[in-house]
């Protein structure tokens, strides 16, 4: 069984809740994603927690998202920065290995308030000291939306 179904095993089986945190990265606020371009095209990498905050390994199990731009269909893209140093890193290299991301794709129906949890097809796993990035595209360009991460660890 590779990673991502062991990941999903366990995630879905349910850690025993006194060695495991449910925290929130970033813990200020939502990362800001913009869109560049019109689908297919997706907007740049954005940083949404850099590789210091990320202090031991960690799941993303599910985003929250806030502050809509537009009442459209979303996809975000959302994984590790593993290799690199920030989002602006992988732009220039390519993109990220898919075995560390995952898409989720949602329909916002009003621009007020925020939307969780939205919960990802499978967990995300983030090695320690490794940042998180995400990007966002819809059918029309310029539009924006602030993404957090629903995450787990286990208790050191």
Known sequence: MGFAQEAKASYTNRFDPENVRQIVLPDAGGAALAVSGAAPAYGAWSDVVLLGAVLQDTLIVSISIDTPSILELWD???????????????????????????????????????????????????????????????????NTINVSCMCAQLFS
């Not at 989720?104 to 097809?121: C, E, H, K, N, Q």
């Open 76 to 142: 975000i893209d959302i994984g590790s920065c593993l290799g690199y140093v920030n989002a602006a890193a992988i732009v220039g290299a390519g993109p990220i290995a898919a075995a560390h991301r995952a898409l989720v794709r949602f329909d916002v129906l009003t621009v007020a308030g925020s939307y969780a949890p939205i919960v990802l097809p499978f967990p995300v796993f983030i090695p320690a000291n490794v940042g998180i990035v995400a990007r966002s595209r819809t059918a029309g360009a310029g």
